[in-house]
């Protein structure tokens, strides 16, 4: 460092400590050496950058990077559950005439599509069927991808890196486990309402905390990937159930809301919702952090960074799938009217190459461990 100092400009008296402090003019003045070493910034430890140099050898045992992998898609997985459960019961309470026996039949369609109504159900109108579905999404705790099913998963694999993650992190899944039991502990709508709008806020808030905090290293470029896949998955899902269901129309309002892009819908378009539009918002639109494209993008990004030790041909075959999402999704043309059959099953193919993707990285990476969700 260059000694130096700063310098009070005054005229010629006698400077007390009271004029120093009601001094109106500075100079910074640095003291230089007669001659400069023209390496000095070469030769400053100070100045030597200490950043590693590249990821290569994976920094993270293969059983941690399988639980975060997994982490990342329990809590997407979680927080789909959520808004799909959380749209439905606003239409089932909403008397404004919204929740009439045609959206009802069309949402518990939906549902069905999507394989959350049990075989056990009860018998009833759409409105019981649905009611008994949604509590006991919200407080069975026997139930296979419940809430709280969901919620013990996402504390085992993170009680399985614990050393890795924040307190602030555990408090947040301690936190979401809480506010789950206390809709388990008295079930009913009213109630349910607004724990599920903490629960997605909680949610929210880890994954704030992973984008803000986590360090760019192979746990978080695992815990990224297991995300991005699980909510690609769960989007082409959910656009599968608006291009299958004949009453579609009624589905459509309900998709953008699970999905969060209302006002960006409306804000883009100014007439009534049609599907053209919704497709190129939840499929190309690659602003849209909602979007398929978004998606595959930041599963490139994280391609880029798989290390190559365990299985060179292992990751290269990794990457290339990857980098084929992309390229094949932009190739859809999307026409009015929509060939609702070709865009399905266009969207089925891209589903077979996202669980292709899940089935090599566990070959490569995790493949000791036996799989623990389907």
């Known amino acids: 460092m260059i000694p130096g100092g700063l310098t009070l400009l005054r005229p ?37 950058s200490t950043r590693s140099s590249a990821l290569a050898p994976i920094d993270i045992p293969s059983r941690i990077a399988d639980n975060l992998f997994w982490m990342g898609r329990y809590t997407e997985r979680l927080e789909n559950l959520l808004r799909i459960t959380r749209c439905i019961l606003g239409h089932l309470t909403n008397p404004l005439g919204v929740a009439s026996i045609g959206r009802l039949t069309v949402l518990y369609g939906m549902m069905d599509q999507l394989q959350l109504i049990p075989e056990d159900v009860s018998t009833g109108s759409p409105s019981e069927i649905i009611t008994e579905v949604i509590l006991g ?24 890196v614990r050393d890795r993650l924040s307190a602030d992190t555990w408090r947040l899944f301690n936190r979401l486990r809480s506010d789950a039991n206390s809709v388990a ?12 709008d903490t629960l997605i806020l909680d949610l929210a808030a880890f994954s704030g905390m992973e984008m803000e905090n986590m360090t760019r290293g192979h746990g978080w470029m695992f815990l990224e990937i297991g995300r991005r896949l699980e909510r690609s998955l769960n989007l082409l899902d959910l656009i599968g159930t608006a291009l299958g269901s004949v009453e579609n129309a009624l589905l459509y ?9 209302v006002i960006t819908y409306r804000r883009r378009n100014f007439d009534e ?10 499929l190309l639109d690659g602003d849209n952090p909602r979007s398929l494209s978004f998606q595959f993008t930041a599963l490139e990004r994280a391609a880029i960074s798989l290390p190559e030790s365990p299985n ?8 290339s799938l990857i980098a084929t999402l992309s390229p094949y ?6 026409e009015t009217p929509i060939p609702r059959e070709f865009v399905s099953n266009y969207l089925t193919e891209i589903q077979g190459m996202l669980q292709n993707i899940s089935e090599l ?14």
Do not use: Y
Not at 312 to 318: K, T
């Open 12 to 48: 010629q008296q006698k400077i007390t400590s009271a004029m120093i402090s009601l001094a109106s003019n500075s100079k910074d003045v640095w003291i230089l050496p007669e001659t400069i070493p023209a390496d000095e910034h070469e030769s400053n430890p100070q100045l030597v």
């Open 253 to 261: 309002e309900p998709l953008l809301e699970i999905c969060d892009s």
């Open 329 to 334: 999704l932009n190739s859809l043309k999307l």
């Open 312 to 319: 060179p041909q292992g990751v290269a075959d990794v990457r």
């Open 185 to 196: 502990a008295q079930p009913n709508l009213l109630a349910s309402s607004s724990v599920l």
């Open 273 to 282: 919702i049609r599907l053209t539009g919704i497709l190129e918002l939840l």
């Open 137 to 160: 999404i919200l407080s069975a705790s026997d139930r296979p991808d419940g809430v709280l099913d969901i919620i013990l998963h996402i504390h085992q694999s993170a009680f399985a």
């Open 361 to 374: 990285l566990t070959q490569v990476f995790f493949s000791h461990i036996v799989p623990r969700v389907n």
